[in-house]
T-cell receptor
Framework: QKEVEQNSGPLSVPEGAIASLNCTYSDRGSQSFFWYRQYSGKSPELIMF????GDKEDGRFTAQLNKASQYVSLLIRDSQPSDSATYLC??????????????FGAGTRLAVHP | KAGVTQTPRYLIKTRGQQVTLSCSPI?????VSWYQQTPGQGLQFLFEYFSETQRNKGNFPGRFSGRQFSNSRSEMNVSTLELGDSALYLC??????????????FGEGSRLTVL
């Protein structure tokens, strides 16, 4: 079992719709969770982080965390073609010693079509 | 404010050679992490340096090594290159404040092709 799992996609949604990206993780003691966006040929950039159960909203993006189910998701409202990218889920495991050893999922490719 | 700078951006090597990649973090950032990105394995953690000390290491063979200088710039070296080392090597810097929100700022990467 991979430590962080994501559906590779592609996830295709029409412009203006809600895109829902999901991620599960195996380390129950994981403490922090991150969503990165990576455009083709570019480096990853942080969209959001979350470390408490529940929802966290930032503009069109909402991160949801359920530690009991070991599940984190990212919702993108009013999806735009410019949101088309690969979305990487990353987890900071408890054994990382509090440092920057993030464990990344393989990423979900999102395609927003006009 | 300048971002994370990685050099070289592209390089081609042959099996058995060695390679050194360089990373200059954002000014004021003291933590530098290295990741390998391949289509099959995704982003995998190599190691992290803070104040010239390696404080975390991923599951890579000893052919992969790194160091950090007093100005926080970092280098990673791969010796005896194998075909499977072909990848995008990403460097990321952070403030390493010790808080949960460990935002990593990634460089554009060094794309290594091993022939």
């Amino acid at each position: 079992q991979k430590e962080v799992e994501q559906n590779s996609g592609p996830l295709s949604v029409p412009e203006g719709a809600i895109a829902s990206l999901n991620c599960t993780y195996s380390d129950r003691g994981s403490q922090s969770f991150f969503w990165y966006r990576q455009y083709s040929g570019k480096s990853p950039e942080l969209i959001m982080f979350i470390y408490s159960n529940g929802d966290k909203e930032d503009g069109r993006f909402t991160a949801q965390l359920n530690k009991a189910s070991q599940y984190v998701s990212l919702l993108i409202r009013d999806s735009q073609p410019s949101d088309s990218a690969t979305y990487l889920c990353a987890v900071l495991p408890i054994l990382s010693g509090g440092y920057n050893k993030l464990i990344f999922g393989a990423g979900t490719r999102l395609a927003v079509h006009p | 404010k300048a971002g994370v700078t990685q050099t070289p951006r592209y390089l081609i090597k042959t099996r058995g050679q060695q390679v050194t990649l360089s990373c200059s973090p954002i000014s004021g950032h003291r933590s530098v992490s290295w990741y390998q990105q391949t289509p099959g394995q995704g982003l995998q953690f190599l190691f992290e340096y803070f104040s010239e000390t390696q404080r975390n290491k991923g599951n890579f063979p000893g052919r992969f090594s790194g160091r950090q200088f007093s100005n926080s710039r970092s280098e990673m070296n791969v010796s005896t290159l194998e075909l499977g080392d072909s990848a995008l090597y990403l460097c990321a810097s952070s403030l390493a404040k010790g808080t949960p929100d460990r935002e990593l700022f990634f460089g554009e990467g060094s794309r290594l092709t091993v022939l």
